[in-house]
C-alpha cells in the first residue's frame, strides 16, 4: 500500500519486493509455525527430519515400509501363475532413485574409490607425521609444512595421472619385467642417477627365466638426487628417529636406517603394503641414544629382537679360555670379524676413520632354482587306488616290491582296530590296564597261560590241509567252524570263559552250556559244541545255537580287547562283601557300666571320636570347618566284611541279661504261647533285684541311712526299703537260671550270620502306634493306672498289668493294648494326659511293697487266661506285633545290657532316696 | 572336701502359682517358651501347636498341620519362626504371624522327638526314634536334610544347641556331644536311657535325666559327674530337666506329680513343687526371670517366685 501511494513522490525509495495486494475481506495469512513447516525434495515428496542427533531424514512411512493407507504389497502378484519367475529382490529395489544416484548411499554410478585414487592416504603414515610433530625438536612443526606445502597436486601431475600414471611409478613406457625387480631392496641405497635398464637387467634376465607373455609393467621409479640443505647442527647425514618406523616396528630390518635419506619414497613404491597390513603398534627398539657414561655401543638404535640372543650355549672361541664375554677390551677387539673393510678414499679434515663399522645387513639369498623349473603349475594325472584300479594299483605295489604277501588278506573294513593298526605299525594303545590279564591275580594268570599254552600247541599240532580248508568259504561242519572260529579268536579267547561276561544269565542251562564251550575251546577241542548241545534239541536248533555260542565268544573278545584299554582301575573296590562300618565305634559298655555303677564317670564313660560335620552345617553355625579339606561327612569310616561276625563283637554283648530275660518270661507266663521278649525299657521289678553284690551293699547300708537321716517321699522309700529286703531269695533264683543257659550266644551273632539285610521297618510299626494314640480317656485311664500298678516297674510287665486292669472294671480296647506294646520297643512313653484322682487311689494300692507284689503277680497270672481268649480274638493285631517284634530282635539285646544297667542303677536310686548327705552327692 | 559358701542372695525360685492356661488340645506334650520368655509354645496331642502370652494367660495363635500329634516345638530367636516335630515324622517350620506351614521337612523314620532352631534359625535339628539327628536346611531349597546323625543305637529323646554344638540324648543311655567347632564327638555313657539333656547356662556342664530317676550334672569338657540329683521319679516317661536362669539349681519333672528342685552344687533337695495330680509331661524355665513353666493333665501353670506380684506385668 505504502509502494502504491509513493508511485507519485520519485524521491521515495522502495525497499524488498511488494506484498501482494490483499483482497478485500482477507485475512492476514498467519505464517507457517515452525513445526509445520515442510520440506521437499527433488521430486516434491515431502522430508520429515528426522532429528537432531540422528541426522537424515525419515524413510517411506515413519519409518515403516507401511504408507497412510497402510501396508499393500505394492507388488504383489499371485504366485499362482506367476511362479517360475519369482524375483528376488535386493536392497536396491526398496531404495529411493537419489539413493542411487552419485551422492546418494549406493551410488551406482562407477566412481574412484579412495583405494585408486592417486593419493592413497597412508592413514598410519599420517598419524605418523602428526606424532612426529608433536615428538619433534619444535612440537608443531609439521603444522607448517601443512601450511606451506602445497594442498593441490601440481598440473604436471594431474597430466602424468591423465595419461595412467600412477604414483610411486617410473616414467615412461611399459616394460617387460620381472615383477620382484620392480621394487628395489629398500636398504640399499641409490645415490645418483638410476642404471640404465638394459644394463641393470640385461645381466640378471637370464634366457630361460619364465616370463608371461602379455603382462607388462610400469617403469622403475627413479630416485631423485635428495639435494634437502642441511639447517640442523645434527651430524651429517643424520635423521631423527622416524616414528613410522620406531612405532610400527620394521620386521624386516634388523637395524633402524637413520641414513636411509629418500628411503621414505622408495619404501613407497608400490604403496608399501607392508604398512597398510595392520601392523602392530607400540614403540620398538631401545632407548633414544647412549648414555654420557656408556663407552661404547654397538649399534644405539639397534632394534631389540630375540633372534639377537643366543639360544644355545655355544663353544668359547678358541683362544684365551680365561676370558669370556667379560673379556678385557684387547682380547675382544681381536675377535672383530676380518671382514672390516678400509676406507681408501681421502678422509676430509676434521674426520677420523670410524673404528667401527656398522653391522653389515646378512642377506639372505633366494634358493637357488633348478634351471629347468618354471613358476607354473601342471597337474599331473595321479592313479587313484580305487577298486577299479585294483590291477593298476597291484602292478605299482609289486613295481615297488611292497606286496602283501599274504593272499587271504581281508578287505580294510573286515580288519578291527588292533589289525588296522598292526599293520599301520602304530604302538599298542598305553591304556592303564591294557589287558583284562592285569586285573586277575598272579595265579590265576599262570593258569590261564598255561592253557594258553596248551592250545596253542594244539594248534600247532593241526594239520596244515585243514587250515587251508578253512580259508574257503563253504558251509563248514561244527568241527570245522569250531576250528574256524577258535583260529578267529585266536589266544583272546582265554580269557572269554573266565569273567563274569555272562551272555545267556537268562537261562542258566544254556548259560552253563556256553560257558562249557568256551571252556573247551579254549582248550582246543574240536568236536567241544557236539558234547554241550542239548541233546534234545533238532538239528536246525543245535545249529542256531552254535551259531551263538560263536557269535557271543567273538563279541566278548572283541569287546574285551578293544574296551579294555578305555577303562582304569576303579579306585575303590566296590566289593559288595564289604559293608562301610564307623572306623570307631563306642564299644566296653562293661566297663562303662561298672564304671557307671562306681560313679566313676569321666574317661572311663567317655569316648572321643573324630567326627567330621558337613560343610554346610558348619557355615551355617558361623563355625570354621575344622577339617577343610576333608571329603568324610560324619563318623571316618571303614571297609568291614559285611557278614563279619567281628562287627558286632565290638559291642559285646551281655549274655546273661538275655537268657535271664527270657527264663524269666517262660517262667511268669506258662500260659502264654510264646516267651515275650524284654524290651529295653522292661525294668521289671524282679529285674530290678538282680544287682550285683557290692553295689546291693551299699545301696542296702545307703538306704538305711537315709532313712533315718531325713523324711523321704513315702512311696519311693518304701519300695526301696521293701526291695532290699527280698533280695537274697530271688537271686538265688535267678542264679540258676543263669546257669542254664548262659552257653547260648547273643541273638546278634546268629543274626550277624545268617541275616543279611538291615531292618528298616520300623516306621511301619510306629504308624501303627501312632494310630492307636487317639486319646480317649478310658485308654488313658487304664494306661495310668497300669502304670501305678507296678511302682517302677517294666513295660514289659505292662501287658499282663493291663489285663489286670480290665478286671479291675475299665474297659480295655484292644487298641490301647496295641499302643502299649508299640510305645514299650520304642522309648520313654508320654505321659497320660488325665490321670484323674484315681492315680492316688491306685498309688496307695498297689504299692505296698514286696510282699503284696508277689501276691499281685498271682493274680497276674490268673488273668492271663483270659488274656489269651482276647489274644485269639485279635490274631490279626497280635500278629502284627509279633512282626514288629521280629523286626526288633536286633535291638533287643542291646537293649537288653542297657536295661540291665538301669536295674542296677535303678536299684541305688530307689533305695537311696531323695536325701542323701551332700558329701556323698558331691562327687568331683 | 570344702564346700563352696552358699550364696548371698539366694535365688528365688518359682514356688507361685500364677497363671493355669487351659489349652483345650488333648495332652500337652511340650510346652516351651520363645527365645526372651515372653511366649510360649504348647504342643497338644490334637495335633495342634498353639501360642500363648503366658503371663496374661491369652492364647494367641493356633497352628494347624500336623498329621499327629505335636511332640516339640521351638521358636528361633527372632520369633519369625516355629520349628515343631511331630508324630507324624515330619518337621514343620511355621511362619509365626500368617501360621502356615512354610516348610515341612519329611525324612525321619519315625516320631520327632525334638526339635531346636540353631542360634540364627538357619537349621532345625531334630531327633526322632528312628535314633538319627537331622539338621535341616532353613535356608535353601534342599528337601534332605544337611547332615544325619546317626550314631545313636537307639531313639534320640532330647537334643540341645549351643553356637558350635548339638547335644542329643539317646535311649541307649548315651550322651552325645557333637561339636562342630573342633570336630568331635563326646559321647557320654550314662548306662540309662536319656530322657532330656539341657547346656548349663554357662555352656560349661550338661545335665542329663535319665530313666534311673537321676540327674547327672556332667563336666562337658571331660565328662566328670559333677553333681547326682535324685528323689523324683521318672521310669517310663519321657520328661524334661531344666536348670534355672541362674544356673543355681537344677528341675525335673517327676510321674508324682511334683517338679523338684536340688541346689546345683550342694544336690539337695530345695523345692518339691506340688503341681497336679497326674505326670509333668514338660517343663520349661524362663531365660531370664524366676518363672516356670509346667504342662500337666492338659493343662499348663505358670509359676513364680514368692515374692512376685500377679497385678505388675512380668515384663
Request: hydrophobic share 30%; aromatic share 8%.
Amino acid at each position: 500500500a505504502a509502494a502504491e501511494s509513493s508511485d507519485s513522490d520519485e524521491d521515495l525509495v522502495s525497499y524488498g519486493s511488494a506484498l501482494q495486494p490483499l483482497q478485500e475481506g482477507e485475512r492476514i495469512k498467519k505464517p507457517v509455525p515452525l513445526q509445520e513447516q515442510t520440506v521437499k525434495d527433488a521430486k516434491g515428496r515431502y522430508q520429515r527430519f528426522h532429528g537432531a542427533f540422528t541426522g537424515g531424514f525419515s524413510a517411506g512411512y515413519f519409518n515403516t515400509v507401511g504408507t497412510k493407507e497402510g501396508w499393500t504389497p505394492s507388488a504383489f502378484v499371485s504366485s499362482r501363475q506367476k511362479r517360475a519367475d519369482r524375483t528376488i529382490l535386493g536392497p536396491e529395489d526398496f531404495m529411493d532413485e537419489e539413493d542411487l544416484s552419485e551422492f546418494g548411499i549406493a551410488p551406482k554410478d562407477i566412481t574412484t574409490t579412495e583405494d585408486f585414487a592417486s593419493k592413497a592416504k597412508d592413514r598410519i603414515k599420517e598419524k605418523a607425521r602428526q606424532i612426529a610433530g608433536v615428538v619433534a625438536p619444535i612440537p608443531g612443526t609439521t603444522a607448517f609444512d601443512d601450511l606451506i606445502g602445497p594442498s593441490k597436486t601440481t598440473v604436471g601431475f594431474e597430466l602424468l595421472r591423465k595419461m595412467g600414471w600412477r604414483e610411486g611409478q617410473g616414467i615412461g613406457p611399459r616394460v617387460k619385467r620381472k615383477p620382484c625387480r620392480q621394487k628395489p631392496d629398500p636398504a640399499v641405497k641409490i645415490y645418483g642417477c638410476a642404471l640404465p635398464s638394459g644394463l641393470s637387467q640385461g645381466s640378471e634376465d637370464e634366457e630361460d627365466e619364465y616370463q608371461p607373455e602379455n603382462v607388462t609393467f610400469a617403469p622403475k621409479d627413479v630416485m631423485p638426487v635428495d639435494l634437502t640443505p642441511k639447517e640442523n647442527v645434527h651430524g651429517l647425514g643424520y635423521k631423527g628417529l622416524d616414528p613410522s618406523q620406531a612405532l610400527f616396528g620394521v620386521s624386516g630390518r634388523e637395524h633402524l636406517n637413520l641414513f636411509t635419506g629418500g628411503s621414505e619414497e622408495t619404501s613407497n613404491l608400490l604403496g608399501d603394503l607392508r604398512h597398510s597390513k595392520g601392523r602392530k603398534l607400540g614403540i620398538t627398539g631401545q632407548a633414544f641414544g647412549v648414555g654420557a657414561l656408556e663407552e661404547e655401543d654397538d649399534d644405539i638404535y639397534a632394534t631389540d629382537t630375540p633372534s639377537k640372543y643366543d639360544t644355545v650355549l655355544k663353544d668359547e672361541e678358541p683362544g684365551d679360555g680365561l676370558y669370556g664375554w667379560t673379556a678385557p677390551k684387547q682380547y675382544k677387539s681381536k675377535k672383530r670379524p676380518e671382514r672390516e673393510f678400509k676406507y681408501v678414499g681421502k678422509i676430509l679434515d676434521g674426520f677420523s676413520l670410524a673404528s667401527k663399522s656398522s653391522a653389515p645387513i646378512k642377506i639372505y639369498p633366494p634358493p637357488s632354482l633348478p634351471r629347468n623349473y618354471r613358476p607354473v603349475h601342471y597337474f599331473r594325472p595321479v592313479i587313484i587306488a580305487g577298486n577299479e584300479n585294483c590291477h593298476l594299483q597291484k602292478a605299482l605295489e609289486e613295481s615297488t616290491g611292497k606286496i602283501e604277501s599274504n593272499p587271504t588278506q581281508q578287505s580294510r573294513h573286515a580288519l578291527n582296530a588292533a589289525q588296522r593298526r598292526k599293520q599301520l605299525g602304530e604302538t599298542e594303545l598305553k591304556g592303564p590296564a591294557p589287558s583284562v590279564l592285569e586285573y586277575l591275580s598272579e595265579k590265576d594268570r599262570e593258569r590261564l597261560k598255561e592253557t594258553k599254552q596248551a592250545s596253542e600247541q594244539q594248534m600247532k599240532a593241526k594239520p596244515v590241509s585243514q587250515q587251508s580248508r578253512n580259508s574257503r568259504f563253504q558251509p563248514a561242519s561244527p568241527e570245522n567252524a569250531a576250528h574256524k572260529w577258535q583260529m578267529l579268536l585266536g589266544g583272546q579267547l582265554a580269557n572269554a570263559g573266565s569273567s563274569d561276561f555272562k551272555p545267556f544269565a537268562k537261562n542258566p542251562e544254556k548259560q552253563k552250556r556256553y560257558e562249557n564251550f568256551v571252556k573247551s575251546l579254549k582248550q582246543g577241542e574240536k568236536d567241544t559244541l557236539e558234547r554241550f548241545l542239548d541233546p534234545n534239541m533238532t538239528e536246525w536248533e543245535r545249529g542256531r545255537e552254535q551259531e551263538e555260542f560263536f557269535r557271543a565268544a567273538m563279541f566278548y573278545r572283541s569287546s574285551n580287547s578293544t574296551l579294555s584299554s578305555r577303562f582304569t582301575r576303579a579306585k575303590y573296590e566296590d566289593d559288595v562283601d564289604k559293608v562301610e562300618v564307623p572306623r570307631d565305634q563306642e564299644n566296653d559298655t562293661d566297663d562303662k557300666e561298672t564304671a557307671v555303677k562306681m560313679k566313676m564317670f569321666g574317661k572311663l564313660t567317655r569316648d572321643k571320636f573324630e567326627w567330621h560335620p558337613d560343610k554346610l552345617l558348619c557355615k551355617r553355625f558361623n563355625v570354621r570347618d575344622p577339617y577343610p579339606d576333608s571329603s568324610v561327612v560324619g563318623l571316618p569310616k571303614v571297609k568291614r566284611d559285611k557278614y563279619s561276625v567281628f562287627n558286632f563283637l565290638t559291642m559285646p554283648e551281655p549274655t546273661t541279661s538275655v537268657t535271664q530275660g527270657t527264663n524269666e518270661k517262660i517262667q511268669e507266663s506258662n500260659s502264654l504261647n510264646k516267651p515275650k521278649k524284654p524290651s529295653r525299657w522292661d525294668v521289671s521289678d524282679k529285674e530290678k533285684k538282680k544287682k550285683d553284690s557290692i553295689s546291693e551293699f551299699i545301696s542296702l547300708a545307703r538306704s538305711k541311712a537315709d532313712v533315718q537321716q531325713q523324711p523321704p517321699v513315702p512311696a519311693t522309700e518304701e519300695c526301696g526299703t521293701g526291695t532290699s529286703e527280698i533280695l537274697p531269695t530271688l537271686v538265688a533264683n535267678e542264679d540258676k537260671n543263669l546257669e542254664e543257659e548262659s552257653g547260648r550266644p547273643p541273638m546278634d551273632l546268629f543274626k550277624a550270620i545268617f541275616v543279611s539285610s538291615s531292618d528298616e521297618k520300623s516306621s511301619s510299626a510306629e504308624e501303627e502306634s501312632d494310630e492307636e494314640q487317639q486319646p480317649s480317656t478310658s485308654e488313658r485311664e487304664s494306661e495310668t493306672t497300669k502304670q501305678v500298678d507296678v511302682p517302677g516297674s517294666s513295660s514289659s510287665n505292662v501287658q499282663e498289668s493291663a489285663t489286670a486292669t480290665t478286671d479291675s472294671g475299665i474297659s480295655l480296647l484292644p487298641a490301647s493294648k496295641e499302643e502299649l506294646d508299640a510305645t514299650e520297643e520304642f522309648g520313654p512313653k508320654l505321659p497320660p494326659a488325665f490321670s484323674a484322682g484315681r492315680f492316688c487311689k491306685h498309688l496307695e494300692l498297689s504299692f505296698p511293697g514286696s510282699s503284696r507284689k508277689e501276691k499281685h503277680r498271682k493274680i497276674r497270672e490268673r488273668h492271663k487266661t483270659k488274656k489269651e481268649h482276647k489274644h485269639k480274638k485279635e490274631k490279626k493285631k497280635k500278629h502284627k506285633k509279633q512282626k514288629n517284634r521280629g523286626k526288633h530282635k536286633n535291638k533287643k539285646s542291646e537293649k537288653d545290657s542297657s536295661s540291665n544297667t538301669t536295674d542296677s542303677s535303678d536299684s541305688l536310686s530307689d533305695t537311696d532316696t531323695t536325701g542323701m548327705s551332700p558329701k556323698e552327692l558331691l562327687r568331683r | 572336701m570344702a564346700f563352696p559358701r552358699p550364696r548371698p542372695a539366694r535365688p528365688e525360685l518359682p514356688r507361685q502359682r500364677v497363671q493355669t492356661l487351659q489349652c483345650g488340645q488333648g495332652a500337652v506334650r511340650a510346652a516351651r517358651f520363645n527365645a526372651d520368655g515372653n511366649y510360649c509354645l504348647t504342643c497338644g496331642s490334637d495335633k495342634t501347636l498353639k501360642l500363648w502370652n503366658p503371663h496374661k494367660g491369652t492364647a494367641l495363635r493356633t497352628y494347624q498341620g500336623h498329621g499327629y500329634e505335636v511332640l516339640d516345638a521351638a521358636g528361633s530367636s527372632d520369633n519369625s519362626q516355629i520349628c515343631s516335630g511331630g508324630a507324624d515324622k515330619s518337621v514343620a517350620l511355621w511362619d509365626v504371624t500368617t501360621g502356615q506351614v512354610v516348610r515341612k521337612y519329611r525324612g525321619h523314620a519315625g516320631k520327632v522327638n525334638c526339635v531346636q532352631f540353631n542360634e540364627e534359625g538357619t537349621v532345625i535339628v531334630s531327633g526322632s526314634i528312628d535314633s538319627t539327628v537331622r539338621c535341616w536346611d532353613c535356608r535353601s531349597r534342599r528337601p534332605d536334610p544337611i547332615q544325619v546323625l546317626d550314631e545313636a543305637k537307639d531313639g534320640i529323646s532330647s537334643v540341645k544347641l549351643s553356637a558350635y554344638e548339638i547335644l542329643t540324648g539317646s535311649v541307649d543311655g548315651r550322651v552325645r556331644r557333637y561339636d562342630l567347632r573342633v570336630g568331635e564327638l563326646c559321647s557320654d555313657y550314662i548306662g540309662s536311657p536319656i530322657t532330656s539333656v539341657c547346656f548349663s547356662k554357662d555352656g560349661q556342664c550338661v545335665l542329663a535325666a535319665s530313666l534311673d530317676s537321676t540327674l547327672r550334672l556332667l563336666d562337658k569338657d571331660t565328662g566328670e559327674l559333677l553333681g547326682e540329683y535324685t528323689g523324683h521319679r521318672s521310669t517310663t516317661y519321657r520328661l524334661d530337666c531344666v536348670l534355672n536362669e541362674q544356673d543355681t539349681h537344677v528341675g525335673c519333672a517327676s510321674e508324682d506329680g511334683h517338679v523338684y528342685f536340688w541346689d546345683l552344687v550342694e544336690g539337695s533337695l530345695a523345692l518339691s513343687l506340688p503341681v497336679g495330680q497326674g505326670v509333668v509331661q514338660s517343663l520349661a524355665f524362663h531365660p531370664r526371670l524366676p518363672c516356670l513353666l509346667v504342662a500337666t493333665q492338659g493343662q499348663v501353670t505358670l509359676w513364680r517366685e514368692d515374692t512376685f506380684q500377679p497385678e505388675g506385668d512380668p515384663d
